[in-house]
């Protein structure tokens, strides 16, 4: 299989729900070795999770990267900061289609579990569309809700945040954007004491524009200085959420100096 029979591969598949026990199966064993940082929301979860990997890049860690979007799905799975080695998705795609076909979401998800855990990655920062998936993936010690707001499915954003919460675990420590709406941010307190996850909230008070020009911001969030690809309240807010995630990462054993921090961002 080639690369581009690969990537037409996981462009064909269907939309539709996966368990986790489906993509559990579908992961190598050497997937277990690796920490996972899953990033769930209706917005800004790209944004976040860029940033993080970014800033664990800066700290020297060997970081896998996926995000969704509508891209060939080897330009959305990183390793190191540069694109997956073609050899590795190959290898995934041929293995995932011998297997009992999964829904798009899930068979990419495990693809780049797969690449991370083939290449030794010791930490990787993945977008779940579905966060229902999470439960599959070996090692979470940190995850985040980013901001929370209507889908155009006409689901209220109580259910979003419901749906959002399913990457909270026990033990871990789950990080939500600033300023979410009230109805939002009690569904995730409950959520969070029901999974026995701690739920850190960045204030929204801590978060400084530093200057704004026509098309450019810097942000100062609790002293880490960041400048931002989008103006807004929103963009700040996704660069607070990645500051906590480091910070709660370093909590759980991981050394990322207040450094790497300030060069990713």
């Not at 033990?171 to 979410?180: G, K, L, N, S």
Request: a negative charge.
């Amino acid at each position: 299989m080639t690369i581009e029979q690969a990537n037409e591969y996981f462009s064909s598949l269907p939309e539709g729900f996966a368990s986790a026990e489906e993509l559990r199966a579908a992961l190598t064993a050497d997937v277990q070795k690796v920490q996972f940082v899953g990033v769930a929301g209706t917005a800004g979860k790209t944004a976040a999770a860029g940033l993080l990997a970014a800033i664990l890049r800066e700290a020297t860690f060997h970081t896998g990267f996926y995000r969704a979007g509508c891209e060939p799905l080897s330009a959305r799975i990183a390793i190191g900061g540069v694109s997956v080695d073609p050899v590795l998705l190959c290898q995934a795609a041929e293995a995932l289609n011998a297997a009992k076909p999964l829904p798009r979401e899930a068979a990419e998800l495990a693809a780049a579990a797969r690449c991370f855990g083939a290449a030794g990655c010791k930490l990787a920062v993945v977008e779940l569309p579905d966060a229902g998936l999470a439960s599959a993936l070996p090692n979470m010690p940190v995850c985040a809700v980013t901001a929370i707001g209507p889908d155009g499915v006409s689901r209220s954003v109580e259910r979003l945040a419901a749906l959002a919460a399913g990457v909270m675990r026990k033990d871990a420590v789950c990080v939500t954007a600033p300023e979410q709406p009230k109805a939002v941010l009690s569904e995730l307190v409950v959520a969070a004491a029901k999974a026995e996850c701690e739920l850190v909230v960045p204030d929204a008070e801590d978060i400084t524009f530093l200057e704004a020009e026509k098309f450019t911001s810097k942000v100062d969030y609790g002293g880490y200085t960041a400048p931002l690809a989008f103006l807004g309240r929103h963009a700040a807010g996704n660069a607070a959420v990645a500051v906590e995630l480091a910070l709660a990462l370093w909590r759980k054993g991981f050394e990322i100096p207040d450094e790497a921090i300030l060069a990713g961002l």
